[in-house]
């Protein structure tokens, strides 16, 4: 049998045209960025809340994009397999450049990871408390597909988990490269501000 990810959809207006995908971080679940539909609170828009292929603690329900295969080596190939299923299947659904894909943390580096390379432009790409998974490769960051995709990297200044320094790697990176990327900061640790919310909010909207 073929293995899909896991998710749970919440429904736009009759007739939505637009797709928000939230991936969240490690030791999350796909119920841990539902809170961001009020947030955000776009009437015209569905959301998918994917969850993470691999467990951490059954019990209580709680994920990882990846996990350690030997020391130093994590797996990559089946999550993007999983990932790649998922968004064949959207894009059959809404038009590629009204999908935007937001992750948290681990989800961040998903954006960084995968998002970023895949082959259909999308609406936007929000990386939050993200890093890369290689910061120091001076590899190609985006597919060209991307080229014209608004990215917005956004971090807490006093994160105490993932350091701001991993952002604005990222955002320098991207922005070298040709992406159209913007590095938005703000007060607060290993959480996601309404700042960037906001902004969010106005990339869509315009």
């Given amino acids: 049998m073929t293995r899909k990810l896991l998710y749970d959809f919440k429904a736009g207006e009759v007739g939505s045209s637009k797709a928000m995908v939230a991936i969240h971080g490690w030791k999350g679940n796909r119920n841990s960025m539902r809170p961001l539909i009020n947030s955000i609170n776009i009437d015209d828009m569905d959301w998918y809340f994917l969850e993470a292929p691999y467990s951490v603690d059954e019990i209580n329900g709680i994920y990882s994009w990846s996990y350690e295969k030997s020391k130093g080596e994590w797996e990559v190939d089946e999550p993007r397999k999983l990932l790649q299923s998922f968004f064949n299947d959207i894009f059959v659904k809404y038009s590629s450049k009204n999908i935007y894909v937001m992750g948290f943390s681990q989800g961040g580096l998903v954006c960084f990871d995968f998002v970023l390379f895949l082959t259909e432009p999308l609406g936007g790409i929000f990386p939050i408390s993200g890093f890369f998974r ?30 701001v320094e991993a952002s604005k790697n990222a955002y320098h990176q991207l922005r ?31």
């Fill in 134 to 163: 290689h910061p120091k490769s001076a590899i190609p960051r985006y597919h060209p597909s991307q080229k014209k995709t608004p990215i917005l990297i956004s971090h807490g200044e006093e994160d105490d988990q993932v350091p």
């Fill in 176 to 206: 070298d490269q040709g992406a159209k990327v913007e590095l938005l900061l703000y007060k607060g640790k290993h959480k996601i501000g309404i700042e960037c919310l906001r902004r969010i909010k106005k990339i869509i909207q315009n």
